[in-house]
């Protein structure tokens, strides 16, 4: 079956900007978790939703956000993009997420650059 | 808030060595823990893992074993390939997956 689809896997961004990533998880996973990895600070939950609604928040600011639709797929928007911001971006599929006992699976990721 | 730490790399071994990856975590209650494993330009792969105390996850010749009493988790691998060189990264759930910072291993023939 098809995995973790993300995209896009490159962007290139301007201080200031806004950018929005999509995230298609596995047919039949209802949860999808998003994460932010740089080399400095490693990977840092940013938030979870399930059937449309966020169920967990990470601590980041307002100007990270998320939605998902009724198909399962998920979109996280960065407003303002600071030179911070540059990461890989990591989306993450589940059944239900509370199924943690199996992990998760990744997708391969979108390379944000911020110039 | 739970936490995990493992060691910090980079680690470089020759081919055939032995591998251990150290992580230890903070936890209030009984959480799994897992090994994930990154190859460059991917995502993140499950590697492994266990969901109570003195459970050994095992996958692909590498080994972990829950240590409840020493919160640790440390991944061994009798012999290396050229082809484990990788990040690894320790996890556990606690409502999401909190991550250690990553090991990169580089195996040189």
């Known amino acids: 079956k098809a995995g973790v689809t993300q995209t896009p896997r490159y962007l290139i961004k301007t201080r200031g900007q806004q950018v929005t990533l999509s995230c298609s998880p596995i047919s039949g996973h209802r949860s999808v978790s998003w994460y932010q990895q740089t080399p400095g600070q490693g990977l840092q939950f940013l938030f979870e939703y399930f059937s449309e609604t966020q169920r967990n928040k990470g601590n980041f600011p307002g100007r990270f956000s998320g939605r998902q639709f009724s198909n399962s797929r998920s979109e996280m928007n960065v407003s303002t993009l600071e030179l911070g911001d540059s990461a890989l971006y990591l989306c993450?599929?589940?059944?239900?997420?509370?199924?943690?006992?199996?992990?998760?699976?990744f997708g391969s990721g979108t390379r944000l650059t911020v110039v | 808030g739970d936490s995990v730490t493992q060691m910090e790399g980079p680690v470089t071994l020759s081919e055939e060595a032995f591998l251990t990856i150290n992580c230890t975590y903070t936890a209030t209650g009984y959480p799994s823990l897992f090994w994930y494993v990154q190859y460059p330009g991917e995502g993140l792969q499950l590697l492994l893992k266990?969901?109570?105390?003195?459970d050994k996850g095992s996958n692909k010749g590498f080994e972990a074993t829950y240590r409840k009493e020493t919160t640790s988790f440390h991944l061994e691998k009798g012999s290396v390939q050229v082809s484990d060189s990788a990040v690894y990264f320790c996890a556990l759930s606690d409502r999401t997956l909190v991550f250690g910072k990553g090991t990169r291993l580089s195996v040189i023939a």
């Open positions: 266990a969901t109570k105390a003195d």
């Open positions: 993450a599929s589940s059944l239900s997420g509370a199924d943690l006992d199996y992990g998760y699976t």
